[in-house]
């Protein structure tokens, strides 16, 4: 069982839908949690930094943890053709490495 | 534009030549990591350096040579790669893993092509 898990998609949305791309993990340990957008060929582009349980805000996009799941999700508003991307999440524990979820591919339609 | 900068963007070759990939980053971080990736996949941690001392070496192949001279440079010294080493570079940086400006910030990485 990989430590964390994610949907590769690809999943396809009209635009102005909302979006939520979701990751489940099974290391407890975990305390800090991110999310990335990639764009093809171009490296990845911090979204949302979450340490521990709660929400998050930032313009368009919410990033909700919950601890006691092991459940992370990234909810998308008004979805853009320009959110067409690849989202990975993230995760680490105090002083070890980030590891990764496979990545979802997502593509808004205009 | 990202606040970690890669040189070069693109790089092609051969199996026998030496070359360098370069990394810099200026937001004041102590850490900094090397990763690879491949097409549809994540990407792979290669070696962290932390306060400029090599921490973590995933163990990478000796062909690949990482070295970091101060706290804002990294660098990746390359000889005698094989076609599969064909990748996307990416360097990445961050504050202490529990400052609440956390996350990693990753360049835009050297595609990096051996023939």
Redesign the interface.
Known sequence: QKEVEQDPGPLSVPEGAIVSLNCTYSNSAFQ?F?W?RQYS??????LM?T?SSGNKEDGRFTAQVDKSSKYISLFIRDSQPSDSATY?C?M?R?????V????TILRVKS | DTEVTQTPKHLVMGMTNKKSLKCEQHMGHRAMYWYKQKAKKPPELMFVYSYEKLSINESVPSRFSPECPNSSLLNLHLHALQPEDSALYLCASSQPPDSPEGGYTFGSGTRLTVV
Not at chain 1, 41 to 46: A, Q, Y
């Open positions: 800090y991110m990335y060929r171009k490296g990845p582009e911090l930094y340490y990975l993230a680490s105090y002083g070890n490495k980030l990764f979820g496979a990545g």
